[in-house]
């Protein structure tokens, strides 16, 4: 079992960039699939990026070129480091993890990004 947080949201205007964390506790982090996803207001929550314990990765065809996901399992720590966000990368921004065994699946809290001018 593992408990998500995310930290590293924010107000910021277009064209800034923004790093979100996502810390795990309660188990290992690399027998998870880790995962972003984010739901705006009105829209279902969507996959924006998955990163396998090896290190392979995926990214929605929206911010392919604008950001990163990476991971840091000595740390416990996966990242997703967004940058030239538009105005459209607002969303509550969430943090999941998936046992690659089991499929178990786990949500942290969301962490709030909002680019606005």
């Known amino acids: 079992q593992v408990q998500l947080v995310e930290s590293g949201g924010g107000l910021v205007q277009p064209g800034e960039s923004l790093r979100l964390s996502c810390t795990a506790s309660?188990?290992?982090?690399?027998?998870?699939?880790m995962g972003w996803y984010r739901q705006a207001p009105g829209k279902q929550r969507e996959l924006v990026a998955s990163?396998?314990?090896?290190?392979?990765?995926n990214y929605a065809v929206s911010v392919k070129g604008r950001f990163t996901i990476s991971r840091d399992n000595a740390k416990k720590t996966m990242y997703l480091q967004m940058n030239s966000l538009k105005p459209e990368d607002t969303a509550v921004y969430y943090c999941?993890?998936?046992?690659?065994?089991?499929?178990?699946?786990?949500w942290g809290q969301g962490t709030q990004v909002t680019v606005s001018s």
């Open positions: 999941s993890a998936k046992q690659t065994t089991s499929g178990t699946g786990y």
């Open positions: 990163i396998t314990s090896g290190g392979s990765t």
């Open positions: 309660g188990s290992r982090l690399s027998i998870y699939v």
